[in-house]
């Protein structure tokens, strides 16, 4: 198999490279943790080049790239592109990074600009593309994570999305608040841990009592009424129950109730099981294989074979 | 004037003294930063006596203490009492603190040790005490913070509380989340800002939407369509209102629709127009009068004249 594209996820804490041959099939790859987080502006073309000759890349083998590479603090900005965003509006929105070598494009996000509810994504897009191209025309996507991502696609186009800092929310309250002292094993919550879904039912039906029900976390422990292991499913519970009482009414499509999950993982399974409490029926694709797709797709309307 | 006792709030963060008169009145004060955070238990007794003598206290002037002074953190730990609390319950709970010179009391914290909602709190109890002393047998207290609380009072006794972890909240999301290097002047939020009125109105009327706008406070400014300051006062809007939409319906008494509110200066501003804005008469009790208070009764127990 011969490369025809590198296509590379680069986020703010991890690089994700594959190099594709013609059909699209994975013709070598790499990770690292060399995200945006950890480059300036002039160190990106050294990464790449480093790690392009690493798989033994073409020294001219196209480069097509999302994520935070392309925002304002990354390595050239591509200016958010509008709503409703259809396929063909990624890839043309793509901007060209000076390089002597090779050709280099990296993706565009998109921007939300109601002033209702001002929103923004970089990355999330081209996972999108890749679903949008996996078939799937109408409905609502949920991608869970640091900052998830509701997205309502109508007619092949991406019309309104909205972001909940529930992965962030949790990492500050389990780590970095007067919670963190009592909270045990955060990363490792079992779906099926009943405090788990004890904060998913809870949250789901009366979110209005989140705000009170987390302090519970410290006390609970303190008065030796539960683990710490207990609250780290509880919280998880609670914080995921919340993102779904906000997101379900507003992007579900209620004659199906289906949701398009794209994750991985642990966490996969951590929404999967809340979706289902929440009553809705869950179709998962795998995140990594949705974004792979959507390079693919933009590299091949920007390089025609 | 001569001092009877000290009365001293020793919290996390903050020192506070006040020397009393057989009546209760201030006859000296100091405060300083040497909250129990920055202190290891053998520290406490060289403390107090260096802020004793440098305002010319009595060598076996009793003391009386309140706060995490008490915890097992601190410098002696005075066990949590159980609810039902009534105003003796303080008092008769407190922990003496061996001393060489003056006889030095610690008052506990409260527990609510309901495992469907296990809360504790130490240091507003004697507050809370100083609110009853006030006249306040029935009703509901509202007390804002950095884990604010609010109480039900019946017949005179702390009978149901609950913690919101609204100020920790506003301050891990504006300095140490990704929403941070938007928000501007996050201490300077002004209570007739429109953003935080708006903010507040949306979280108590559809409290399920907070998790998703909160968000907004990164993509608002990113997109030229609000600045920094909005933003603070927006997110103070929701989280305050978040805390409002669980709170009122779980401890508002329906037959007065009046609230407590124990605070002081800005804080006292923000929460007494929200409370307003979601339908409550306020009353407002300044927090150091009734801290003091609430110390001197229980002095007045512990030292009969």
Known sequence: MQATCAAIDWGTTR???????????????????????TLKPADYEAVLENVMSEIGAAADLPAIICGMAGSAQGWKEAPYADLPALPGTIAGAAVRVPSDSRDIRI???????????????????????????????????CLPGT???????????????????????????SRQSTLSHMIKDADAVDCEHPCFIEGVRQAVARPHSVA????????????????????????SGLLIGLELAGMLPQLNDKKTDEITLVSQGPLARLYDRALGLAGMNVRTLDSDDMVRAGLFSAAKTLWPL
């Not at 690089?15 to 987080?37: C, H, K, N, P, Y």
């Not at 600009?113 to 996996?134: A, F, H, K, N, Y």
């Not at 900052?147 to 019309?159: E, L, M, N, P, Y």
């Open 15 to 37: 690089f994700r490279i594959w190099t594709l041959d013609r059909r699209g099939a994975v013709v070598a790859e790499r990770q690292s943790d060399r995200g945006m987080s």
């Open 212 to 235: 009170s029900a987390l302090f519970s976390a410290r006390a609970a422990p303190l008065l030796h009424l539960a683990t710490g292991e207990d609250m780290a499913a509880r919280l």
């Open 147 to 173: 900052h998830s991502k509701w997205v309502r696609i109508v007619q092949g186009a991406v019309t309104e999305f909205h972001t909940t800092m529930t992965g962030e929310l949790y990492a500050l309250l």
């Open 107 to 141: 993706l565009p996000g998109l921007a939300q600009r109601d002033p209702s509810c001002p929103d923004v994504m970089r990355g999330e897009e081209t996972l999108i593309l890749g679903v949008t191209l996996s078939g799937m025309n109408q409905g609502t996507i």
